[in-house]
């Protein structure tokens, strides 16, 4: 041991050491209400920004067998507004713009020409709970190709029946199990489940999957998100 | 390990004592960050759980328990998803900066339960929880506070892990289905945050009786007075 120090000196020597960690003192800026919304928003572009690095189009969301599937009847009905926002089913078109070189109104029998995808994939909100559904629709990719999107186009957003809305990345809306769904369980959708035409994409939380969709828009800039992320909720939020 | 240590004598009566630097910066400035991350986790993630606090189905909803809002963080779903979100960087670099500086700084030897530390368990149990003698001590750590730091480092991890699999339950499948798949993720994620609550109040009840001067340590690094011999 090293030859004695005064009790004064030992004082200071340990008053440096706790003004070392000063530097904390920064993270209280989340305590101070004006500071605390901008921080926190900043936190969660940080984790939406690190979610679009993490996601893989190549990669699959599980798939599960039949057995697996949660009875249709125990399928949660999601919605902000009314369950059905009576959509005129009879002549009800899904209007097409944007950066595509085919815009315009298309019917269900023009989305529904493409290959059908049927797949038993999870759907989970954001609460928590999650069901296994069976889904059946397009492969929005394949409307996007022969609709002429432009690749370097950024987002895919809709606008739904009962004034919901969405917007997905073009990563996300390329990958091969995002859907036009017009199908679950086999039967064309029902209204309280988004008929004709909703979202179904295994690879994002329940509030992408929007329902009732009447226009979808390809961009490069959009200026609201998500009815749920412009509150919010995350925007990317990929699973 | 050499750990310093430094006599003070008491300029008018001449007296002598002895103080340890125990703590290194990185570690008391770990320890704060983490104990300021574990707080907004907790209580972010408790609110994150009262959107659904069940783990059954959600037809019917059968629910577990119903935790007050005024202990929880965020006020509604989404604010505690933004403060769970934004912390657990924090809360993961934190561990990374703890667990690297331990590594390189071979500080670990202070805290690390080893095999060597088992048969200190037992005579640590009897005297905490059954009056027995105190066991002499010889360093920083006594098996048992090592086992305890140890764990809760263990907890640690598995509690990012689990988060990480019920985060990206496709992107990192293979991490849910490790853990028994994306319910039983959420579970572990669940049962972990209770057991490092455990361990954060048997923490608390110990600081509370060794005293000032181990209280005093994790701010300024040095233990003044301690009860084993620096060799």
């Given at each position: 041991?090293?030859?004695?120090?005064?009790?004064?000196?030992?004082?200071?020597?340990?008053?440096?050491?706790?003004?070392?960690?000063?530097?904390?003192?920064?993270?209280?800026?989340?305590?101070?209400?004006k500071?605390?919304?901008?921080?926190?928003?900043?936190?969660?572009?940080?984790?939406?920004?690190?979610?679009?690095?993490?996601f893989?189009?190549?990669?699959?969301?599980?798939?599960?067998?039949?057995s697996?599937?949660?009875?249709?009847?125990?399928?949660?009905?999601?919605?902000?507004?009314?369950?059905?926002?009576?959509?005129?089913?009879?002549?009800?078109?899904?209007?097409?713009?944007?950066?595509?070189?085919?815009?315009?109104?298309?019917?269900?029998?023009?989305?529904?020409?493409?290959?059908?995808?049927?797949?038993?994939?999870?759907?989970l909100?954001?609460?928590?709970?999650?069901?296994?559904?069976?889904?059946?629709?397009?492969?929005?990719?394949?409307?996007?190709?022969?609709?002429?999107?432009?690749?370097?186009?950024?987002?895919?957003?809709?606008?739904?029946?009962?004034?919901?809305?969405?917007?997905?990345?073009?990563?996300?809306?390329?990958?091969?199990?995002?859907?036009?769904?017009?199908?679950?369980?086999?039967?064309p959708?029902?209204?309280?489940?988004?008929?004709?035409?909703?979202?179904?994409?295994?690879?994002?939380?329940?509030?992408?999957?929007?329902?009732?969709?009447?226009?979808?828009?390809?961009?490069?800039v959009?200026?609201?998100v998500?009815?749920?992320?412009d509150?919010?909720?995350?925007?990317f939020?990929?699973? | 390990?050499?750990?310093?240590?430094?006599?003070?004598?008491?300029?008018?009566?001449?007296?002598?004592?002895?103080?340890?630097y125990?703590?290194?910066?990185?570690?008391?400035?770990?320890?704060?960050?983490?104990?300021?991350?574990?707080?907004?986790?907790?209580?972010?993630?408790?609110?994150?759980?009262?959107?659904?606090?069940?783990?059954?189905a959600?037809?019917?909803?059968?629910?577990?328990?119903?935790?007050?809002?005024?202990?929880?963080?965020?006020?509604?779903?989404?604010?505690?998803?933004?403060?769970?979100?934004?912390?657990?960087?924090?809360?993961?670099?934190?561990?990374?900066?703890?667990v690297?500086?331990?590594?390189?700084?071979?500080?670990?030897?202070?805290?690390?339960?080893?095999?060597?530390?088992?048969?200190?368990?037992?005579?640590?149990?009897?005297?905490?929880?059954?009056?027995?003698?105190?066991?002499?001590?010889?360093?920083?750590?006594?098996?048992?506070?090592?086992?305890?730091?140890?764990?809760?480092?263990g907890?640690?991890?598995?509690?990012?892990?689990?988060?990480?699999?019920?985060?990206?339950?496709?992107?990192?499948?293979?991490?849910?289905?490790?853990?028994?798949?994306?319910?039983?993720a959420?579970?572990?994620?669940?049962l972990?945050?209770?057991?490092?609550?455990?361990?954060?109040?048997?923490?608390?009840?110990?600081?509370?009786?060794?005293?000032?001067n181990?209280?005093?340590?994790?701010?300024?690094?040095?233990?003044?007075?301690?009860?084993?011999?620096?060799?």
């Open positions: 041991m090293s030859s004695p120090i005064s009790r004064r000196k030992f004082s200071s020597v340990s008053r440096r050491e706790v003004l070392k960690l000063t530097p904390m003192v920064a993270l209280g800026a989340f305590a101070i209400p500071l605390q919304k901008p921080l926190l928003k900043g936190g969660l572009a940080v984790s939406d920004w690190a979610s679009a690095k993490l893989r189009s190549g990669r699959l969301a599980p798939t599960f067998d039949d697996e599937v949660t009875p249709f009847s125990k399928f949660p009905i999601n919605d902000y507004d009314v369950d059905d926002p009576e959509v005129d089913l009879e002549h009800w078109t899904l209007n097409v713009s944007g950066a595509v070189q085919k815009a315009g109104e298309y019917t269900l029998a023009q989305i529904q020409a493409f290959p059908k995808i049927t797949q038993n994939t999870r759907h909100c954001v609460e928590g709970w999650d069901v296994i559904g069976r889904f059946g629709g397009t492969r929005l990719s394949d409307f996007l190709n022969s609709i002429g999107a432009d690749p370097a186009a950024r987002f895919v957003s809709v606008e739904c029946a009962d004034d919901y809305y969405e917007s997905l990345d073009m990563p996300t809306a390329m990958h091969r199990q995002t859907l036009l769904c017009y199908e679950m369980y086999d039967q959708l029902t209204r309280e489940h988004g008929a004709p035409l909703r979202l179904q994409i295994p690879t994002k939380v329940g509030y992408k999957q929007a329902k009732y969709l009447t226009r979808l828009t390809v961009s490069h959009i200026d609201r998500g009815y749920w992320e509150q919010g909720y995350s925007s939020y990929g699973l | 390990m050499a750990t310093r240590a430094i006599a003070i004598e008491d300029v008018k009566s001449g007296e002598q004592s002895e103080a340890v125990e703590h290194p910066f990185v570690v008391r400035l770990c320890h704060w960050l983490n104990a300021i991350c574990l707080f907004v986790m907790v209580g972010s993630g408790l609110q994150i759980f009262r959107a659904f606090p069940s783990f059954g959600k037809i019917p909803q059968k629910d577990l328990l119903h935790w007050p809002k005024a202990f929880a963080l965020g006020g509604w779903l989404g604010g505690a998803l933004q403060w769970h979100l934004t912390f657990m960087w924090i809360y993961i670099a934190t561990g990374l900066l703890y690297g500086y331990q590594v390189f700084s071979g500080n670990y030897k202070q805290v690390l339960f080893v095999r060597r530390d088992i048969p200190g368990i037992w005579p640590m149990v009897r005297h905490y929880f059954f009056f027995g003698p105190k066991p002499p001590a010889r360093e920083a750590y006594n098996p048992l506070q090592k086992h305890a730091y140890t764990s809760a480092i907890l640690g991890a598995l509690s990012v892990l689990t988060g990480i699999a019920i985060w990206k339950p496709v992107q990192f499948s293979w991490l849910a289905s490790l853990m028994g798949g994306f319910h039983w959420r579970l572990w994620h669940f972990i945050m209770w057991a490092l609550l455990a361990f954060v109040f048997g923490h608390l009840v110990m600081v509370v009786l060794h005293g000032w181990n209280f005093v340590s994790m701010f300024t690094g040095w233990k003044k007075d301690p009860e084993y011999r620096v060799q």
